[in-house]
């Protein structure tokens, strides 16, 4: 499975879209992106995940780009409650590696 | 319909004790994971199950063994206890289709002293 690079940490007004950098410069073509987050001290959460097409569902937007090297997920109107860890990670076989991820914070 | 459970929440250990958790999942899932994430860091598979009575190695599985005997149940024992291993344990599961999501557990707490 290809590694991913976040940043270690990002802040956001709450109310403001929360844009989460991933990259992934040596996914190769059968591998998917995924997101998780893990609130406090919880179990990871699944979020979204994407081939090469941008995906939306009920909690966010992927954007992947078209080389496929990076991808972004898009918090359109974060709040207190979205403050998590999240983990971005590229999969190809049943086994997810997580990374550090990226701390957002979500501040009123 | 529970998701899925860990058991214990919380444990303290002694170096050298023994002790095996339990993940009960009622999915009717295929796949099952454990991970431990220590302070500061992702999580890092331990060993994972492709199906009832099999088993596989993960990233760190030095230290642990694993059994699934039943395919709702993933145990995960420790046979001699090392501070080492004091860590927080999620584990997981996941249905047998490409590239499900996986559902995490509410994770068991060690401390190893």
């Known amino acids: 499975d290809a590694k991913t690079t976040q940043p270690p940490s990002m802040d956001c007004a709450e109310g403001r879209a929360a844009n989460l950098p991933c990259n992934h410069s040596t996914i190769s073509g059968n591998e998917y992106v995924y997101w998780y987050r893990q609130i406090h001290s919880q179990g990871p959460q699944y979020i979204i995940h994407g081939l090469k097409n941008n995906e939306t569902n009920e909690m966010a937007s992927l954007i992947i780009t078209e080389d496929r090297k990076s991808s972004t997920l898009i918090l359109p109107h974060a709040t207190l409650r979205d403050t998590a860890v999240y983990y971005c990670?590229?999969?190809?076989?049943?086994?997810?590696?997580f990374g550090t991820g990226t701390r957002l914070q979500v501040f009123p | 319909n529970a998701g899925v459970t860990q058991t214990p929440k919380f444990r303290v250990l002694k170096t050298g004790q023994s002790m095996t958790l339990l993940c009960a999942q009622d999915m009717n899932h295929e796949y099952m994971y454990w991970y431990r994430q220590d302070p500061g860091m992702g999580l890092r598979l331990i060993h994972y199950s492709v199906g009832e009575g099999t088993t596989a190695k993960g990233e760190v599985p030095d230290g642990y063994n694993v059994s699934r005997l039943k395919k709702q149940n993933f145990l995960l024992g420790l046979e001699s206890a090392a501070p080492s291993q004091t860590s927080v344990y999620f584990c997981?599961?996941?249905?047998?289709?490409?590239?499900?999501?996986?559902?995490f557990g509410p994770g068991t707490r060690l401390t190893v002293t």
């Open positions: 990670i590229v999969r190809y076989t049943d086994k997810l590696i």
């Open positions: 997981a599961s996941m249905p047998d289709r490409p590239l499900g999501e996986q559902y």
